[in-house]
Nanobody
Framework: QVQLVESGGGLVQPGGSLRLSCAAS????????MGWYRQAPGKQRELVAG???????YYADSVKGRFTISRDNAKNTVYLQMNSLKPEDTAVYYC???????????????WGQGTQVTVSS
């Protein structure tokens, strides 16, 4: 009922930049929170950054000052601008959205398929 399609991952050298995008589509009435998680090999999935519909933002300490999250509510899209990338940022990045469908009273979590980000020289 809801699809989250991510784009923008790839291979980049340390110190470089990437911009991830995630577009939600389907029978969407509203989206409250949107965010980006990442999972490196052998590690648990962790929240990198999140943004509420009203604009409140959260960043993990490890990315503060380097990553910027934003969203376009009209397009149901969330972005993650990643600057000054480090090898330890290498992971699969997943988009997450808390979505209320048409004619539903409660919201549900949806996930994208993941996009690989590799930071290496």
């Amino acid at each position: 009922q809801v699809q989250l399609v991510e784009s923008g991952g790839g291979l980049v050298q340390p110190g470089g930049s990437l911009r991830l995008s995630c577009a939600a589509s389907g029978r969407i009435s509203s989206i409250n929170a949107m965010g980006w998680y990442r999972q490196a090999p052998g590690k648990q999935r962790e929240l990198v950054a999140g943004i509420m519909r009203g604009g409140s933002i959260y960043y993990a300490d490890s990315v503060k000052g380097r990553f910027t999250i934003s969203r376009d509510n009209a397009k149901n899209t969330v972005y993650l601008q990643m600057n000054s990338l480090k090898p330890e940022d290498t992971a699969v990045y997943y988009c997450n959205a808390d979505v209320t469908l048409w004619f539903r009273a409660t919201s549900s979590d949806y996930w994208g398929q993941g996009t690989q980000v590799t930071v290496s020289s």
